[in-house]
C-alpha cells in the first residue's frame, strides 16, 4: 500500500513539473514579441561618427593611438581625427612627470609612449582628479581661504621653579655650638622674625666682659677704651641688637637666638643640635614664595615675537580657574638641539604661595607693545601639507585638485598665516589632502611655485651623473640613437644582467650591428636611458670618443 502511494505522488509531481515548464516558456515567447525593437539597437555601440572618448583608455589602447598617430604622421599639437581632440603630448604612464612633442617608444620602459588629450579628465598635468565616490569614503573637507586677524601671541608651557633672587642664607657670625633647632626639618614655612635656632658662642664672652668693665671705669679719658671695647664686639660678629642687649642688661649674652630674616620657606638646613659651626658657615637656606619663576620651552621660530618685559598670563590643572600673571623676566641663551625651543623665565606673582617648584603651567605670551592684530590670510593649520622641504596647499579647480605651494607665517589657535601662494576665496582641501598629494606624487604632478611658470616639454635628456661605468653588452637591436643591449650584472649600480634600451652620445660611432659583443662605458641620465659615451668591439679597437 506504501510503495503504491509514492508511484502515484511521484506521477503528480512530474506532471506539475511538466506543466511548469510549458507554461514559463510560453511566458517567455510572449515577452519577447512584445519587447521594443531600440534595445539591439542600442546594443550594436554609438555611431561610426561619433568621437571616442580617451579619458576611458588604458594603456594598451593609447599604445595603439599612439602607433596609429606615427602612421598619421601625428604629433602634439595635431588634432586626432579618432577623438576630435588636440594632442598635448605624449608621455610614459610609468613615468608620468616626463613628456614628449613626437610620439615614439618609450625611452624607459620597453613600450610605447601614450598621448594626452586636451579636454581629457587628467589632461591638465598640474592637476589630480578623485572619483565622487572616493571622496566620500575618505571624507573629504573643504573650505575657502578667509580674511582674518592675528593677534601676537605665543603659547608656551613650563613648570614652576624657586625665585633664586628671593633666596636668603643664613649664616654663623662666629664660631659656638648650635644649643637648640627651632626649625627642624627642610620645607619647613617660617615668617620673619621667627626664631630659627640657638647658639652659644664662646668668644663674646671676653669681649663683652672687657665692654663691661670699660663702662664700669670713672675717669677722665676712659669713655675710648668703652668705644674700643663696642668695636670688638662688633668684629666679633655681634649685631647692633645684641650689642643693645649688653649695655641694656649689664650682663654678659654668650648665648644668641638667629631669627628669620625673610618670610618663606626653608629650603635647606644645614645646621643639627650640638653641632660646632665656624664663621660664615651657612646654616639654612629660606626662599620667598611670594614670586615665582618658570623656565618656558618656546618655540625658536615664535621666541623672536616676544621680548623682555612681556606679559603673561599662566594656567595650572592644580588650581582650575585660577589666572596667575606676571612677564617675561629674561630669554635664556640656550636652545634645546632635540624639541628646538628656547628656554625662557618668566617671573609669576604668587602672593597666596599657591604654586609651588614642580607644578606645570600653560602660559599665554603677548609683546610688551601690546601687540597689534593686522589683517591677514588665514587657513586651517590641518590643511598644510609639510614635505619637509616646502609647505603645500591642494586647491580645488574645477572639480580636480592642484597641489600648490604657500608661504606660511605665524601660527596660531589652529589657524596658519598665508604669507603667499592663496587668494582670498580660494578653496581648499581641509582633510584628506595627503592622499591627494600621495596621488599626485605617483603621477608626477609638480606644485605650481609662484612664479606660475609650467615645466617645458623634454626633447633631450641631460646628464646628471658625472660618473661612469663599464659592463660588457651583446647587441639585440640599433634603432637611430637607441642601442637596445643584453648586458652583464653591473656591481656598482646593483643592476643583474638584462636587456634595455642605451642612448648613444652625438659623438660615439653608430656602426653597431645586431650580434655586436662590445665593451661599453655609460652614464645615467634623469628622465632618460642611459648614454653610452664609448664603446669598442670584444677584439677590436675603441670606437667613438677619446680615450
Do not use: C
Request: aromatic share 4%.
Amino acid at each position: 500500500m506504501n510503495k503504491k502511494t509514492i508511484v502515484i505522488a511521484l506521477l503528480a509531481a512530474g506532471v506539475l513539473g511538466t506543466g511548469g515548464w510549458g507554461v514559463y516558456q510560453l511566458g517567455l515567447r510572449n515577452g519577447m514579441a512584445h519587447a521594443p525593437m531600440t534595445a539591439s539597437s542600442q546594443a550594436k555601440g554609438p555611431p561610426a561618427d561619433t568621437p571616442v572618448d580617451p579619458s576611458t583608455w588604458g594603456i594598451p589602447d593609447g599604445e595603439a593611438a599612439t602607433r596609429r598617430h606615427i602612421e598619421a604622421g601625428l604629433k602634439g599639437g595635431d588634432v586626432d581625427p579618432v577623438t576630435g581632440r588636440p594632442i598635448l603630448h605624449y608621455h610614459d604612464p610609468m613615468v608620468p612627470g616626463k613628456k614628449f612633442e613626437a610620439p615614439g617608444k618609450s625611452p624607459f620602459m620597453d613600450m610605447m609612449l601614450v598621448p594626452a588629450y586636451a579636454g581629457a579628465a587628467g589632461s591638465d598635468a598640474g592637476t589630480v582628479s578623485v572619483s565622487s565616490r572616493i571622496q566620500q569614503n575618505l571624507g573629504l573637507r573643504t573650505g575657502e581661504v578667509v580674511s582674518g586677524q592675528l593677534v601676537p601671541e605665543v603659547s608656551a608651557v613650563g613648570t614652576v621653579a624657586w625665585n633664586e633672587r628671593g633666596q636668603t642664607v643664613v649664616q654663623a657670625r662666629a664660631t659656638g655650638f648650635v644649643e637648640k633647632l627651632h626649625v627642624r626639618a627642610a620645607l619647613d614655612s617660617v615668617v620673619k622674625g621667627q626664631p630659627l635656632l640657638d647658639m652659644y658662642v664662646p668668644d663674646w664672652a671676653a669681649v663683652q666682659e672687657d665692654y663691661l668693665t670699660a663702662k664700669r671705669l670713672q675717669g677722665r679719658g676712659l669713655e675710648t677704651l668703652a668705644d674700643g671695647a663696642r668695636q670688638r664686639m662688633r668684629q666679633a660678629g655681634m649685631s647692633e641688637a645684641q650689642i643693645a642687649l649688653v649695655e641694656r642688661t649689664g650682663q654678659v649674652q654668650a648665648r644668641m637666638t638667629l631669627v628669620a630674616p625673610s618670610a618663606g620657606v626653608v629650603t635647606e638646613l644645614m645646621a643639627r643640635e650640638g653641632s660646632t659651626v665656624m664663621t660664615g658657615m651657612p646654616l639654612m637656606r629660606i626662599n620667598d614664595l611670594s614670586t615665582v619663576w618658570v623656565q618656558a620651552e618656546v618655540p625658536e621660530s615664535q621666541a623672536a615675537q616676544v621680548a623682555s618685559g612681556a606679559q603673561v598670563t599662566a594656567q595650572t590643572p592644580a588650581w582650575p580657574g585660577e589666572v596667575f600673571r606676571g612677564q617675561v623676566q629674561a630669554w635664556l641663551p640656550e636652545v634645546n638641539p632635540t624639541t628646538r625651543t628656547r628656554k625662557a623665565r618668566m617671573a609669576l606673582s604668587n602672593p597666596k604661595a599657591q604654586l609651588v617648584p614642580g607644578m606645570f603651567v600653560q602660559m599665554q605670551l603677548r609683546p610688551a607693545s601690546g601687540g597689534q592684530a593686522r589683517s591677514t590670510l588665514l587657513v586651517p593649520s590641518e590643511a598644510l601639507v609639510r614635505t619637509g622641504k616646502r609647505t603645500l596647499v591642494m586647491a580645488v579647480e574645477d572639480g580636480a585638485f592642484r597641489p600648490l605651494e604657500v608661504q606660511v607665517g605665524r601660527e596660531q589657535n589652529g589657524q596658519a598665516e598665508i604669507l603667499s601662494g592663496l587668494s582670498q576665496g580660494q578653496k581648499i582641501v581641509l582633510s584628506g589632502q595627503f592622499l591627494i598629494d600621495s596621488e599626485a606624487s605617483l603621477k608626477g604632478v609638480e606644485a605650481r611655485l609662484s612664479s606660475g611658470k609650467e615645466p617645458a616639454l623634454t626633447s633631450a635628456a641631460q646628464p646628471t651623473d658625472p660618473k661612469t661605468y663599464h659592463t660588457s653588452a651583446r647587441v639585440e637591436a640599433v634603432t637611430g640613437e637607441t642601442v637596445t643591449l643584453t648586458h652583464a650584472e653591473v656591481p656598482a649600480l646593483k643592476w643583474p644582467g638584462m636587456t634595455m634600451d642605451f642612448k648613444l652620445a652625438p659623438e660615439v660611432s653608430k656602426q653597431l650591428a645586431a650580434g655586436n659583443e662590445i665593451e661599453i662605458e655609460f652614464r645615467m641620465q634623469e628622465g632618460d636611458a642611459p648614454q653610452i659615451i664609448q664603446w669598442q668591439a670584444r677584439t677590436g679597437m675603441p670606437k667613438g670618443g677619446a680615450r
